[in-house]
């Protein structure tokens, strides 16, 4: 497909009333929200991944996830982990009784390989899965015997929540879908959840989505278009991409008062060599960027929250006095 196609259907959709509705219908009659257990449990476990690169745990910890989606695979694997509750919010009401339950219903084959990629016994993973009556459909006899809390609509800039009341707070495939001023009130508010020591981790995905229905682009296809531009193909909406590139995020949370501990990025060496042979010129919003940022398509990355340092007198009162 011709990825202008789907950018004005969607940019219509957004516009009209009722579009929003009308979107997730089609997305149910095109099969987009189907069941993709492989892809999206492996999603959920490098969310696993980096909690342990960065000394984290999860066993017995309050989590809040940023964006619950269509599929609550990152909350399910964190009660079956060993949280102590789970908290997942999202501004759109995607999540269905239906998704949950099917989701929820697959993992029962993947018991085992939760179990080791969450350094769990296996007993303890399959007592939590049975915790869940096997006759279970709707969110509620699902999320509460795992102590999962689903708010929706719900604004993570503003939960509500007892300050240092979170370990750790989570986002997969979330922040770029995020404006810039908005992540940096929400990452406001995580500092102000997290206790000290808490983790904030995301996965996400810098590149232009589009470039996954027209192979013809590359994933830095959007780079090409000034902000005035872009605001009709995704720059608003129901296709909404910030476009936000490699240090922007860094900034963003190290604004924040964050320590990044873990941070990885993955380059898209199709969109690199555009850029570099011109066959992909970039707009001059982008001019500060060397090529290398801009072709960035994943980003992995935990942040801590450290402790404060000492006031100087502080410091002061606490060296040993002198005399002459």
């Given at each position: 497909?011709?990825?202008?196609?789907?950018?004005?259907?969607?940019?219509?959709?957004?516009?009209?009333?009722?579009?929003?509705?009308?979107?997730?219908?089609?997305?149910?009659?095109?099969?987009?929200?189907?069941?993709?257990l492989?892809?999206?449990?492996?999603?959920?476990?490098?969310?696993?991944?980096?909690?342990?690169?960065?000394?984290?745990?999860i066993?017995?910890?309050?989590?809040?996830?940023?964006?619950?989606?269509?599929?609550?695979?990152?909350?399910?694997?964190?009660?079956?982990?060993?949280?102590?509750?789970?908290?997942?919010?999202?501004?759109?009401?995607?999540?269905?009784?239906?998704?949950?339950?099917?989701?929820?219903?697959?993992?029962?084959?993947?018991?085992?390989?939760?179990a080791?990629?969450?350094?769990?016994?296996?007993?303890?993973?399959?007592?939590?899965?049975?915790?869940?009556?096997?006759?279970?459909?709707?969110?509620?006899?699902?999320?509460?015997?795992?102590?999962?809390?689903?708010?929706?609509?719900?604004?993570?800039?503003?939960?509500?929540?007892?300050?240092?009341?979170?370990?750790?707070?989570?986002?997969?495939?979330?922040?770029?879908?995020?404006?810039?001023?908005?992540?940096?009130?929400?990452?406001?508010?995580?500092?102000?959840?997290?206790?000290?020591?808490?983790?904030?981790?995301h996965?996400f995905?810098?590149?232009?989505?589009?470039?996954?229905?027209?192979?013809?682009?590359?994933?830095?296809?959007?780079?090409?278009?000034?902000?005035?531009?872009?605001?009709?193909?995704?720059?608003?909406?129901?296709?909404?991409?910030?476009?936000?590139?490699?240090?922007?995020?860094?900034?963003?949370?190290?604004?924040?008062?964050?320590?990044?501990t873990?941070?990885?990025?993955?380059?898209?060496?199709?969109?690199?060599?555009?850029?570099?042979?011109?066959?992909?010129?970039v707009?001059e919003?982008?001019?500060?960027?060397t090529?290398?940022?801009?072709?960035?398509?994943?980003?992995?990355?935990?942040?801590?929250?450290?402790?404060?340092?000492?006031?100087?007198?502080?410091?002061?009162?606490?060296?040993?006095?002198?005399?002459?």
């Open positions: 497909m011709n990825w202008k196609y789907k950018a004005h259907a969607l940019a219509a959709l957004s516009r009209v009333p009722g579009g929003r509705s009308l979107y997730h219908g089609l997305q149910r009659v095109a099969g987009t929200n189907r069941l993709q492989d892809r999206d449990l492996e999603r959920a476990f490098e969310l696993v991944d980096l909690i342990f690169e960065a000394d984290g745990e066993e017995g910890k309050q989590v809040f996830e940023i964006g619950t989606g269509w599929r609550p695979f990152v909350p399910f694997v964190m009660a079956l982990a060993g949280a102590k509750r789970v908290i997942t919010v999202d501004v759109n009401p995607w999540l269905t009784s239906a998704y949950a339950c099917e989701t929820w219903r697959a993992l029962e084959s993947r018991l085992p390989e939760i080791a990629r969450c350094r769990v016994p296996e007993q303890e993973i399959v007592q939590r899965y049975r915790s869940v009556p096997s006759t279970a459909c709707t969110l509620e006899s699902v999320f509460v015997p795992l102590r999962i809390q689903y708010d929706c609509p719900a604004d993570a800039r503003d939960t509500q929540l007892p300050a240092r009341s979170m370990d750790i707070i989570l986002s997969s495939n979330v922040l770029e879908h995020i404006p810039a001023d908005v992540q940096r009130d929400i990452h406001k508010e995580s500092f102000r959840l997290l206790k000290t020591g808490g983790l904030s981790a996965r995905n810098p590149q232009d989505h589009y470039s996954t229905i027209d192979s013809k682009i590359t994933n830095g296809n959007f780079l090409q278009f000034s902000e005035k531009q872009w605001r009709w193909y995704g720059g608003t909406g129901l296709a909404y991409h910030n476009r936000l590139r490699s240090p922007e995020y860094r900034e963003l949370f190290q604004q924040a008062g964050f320590e990044i873990v941070f990885r990025e993955r380059t898209d060496q199709r969109t690199l060599d555009a850029i570099r042979s011109g066959a992909l010129t707009d919003c982008f001019s500060r960027f090529p290398e940022e801009l072709a960035v398509d994943y980003i992995w990355m935990a942040n801590r929250k450290a402790a404060p340092l000492p006031a100087r007198s502080e410091i002061e009162s606490s060296l040993p006095a002198f005399t002459n």
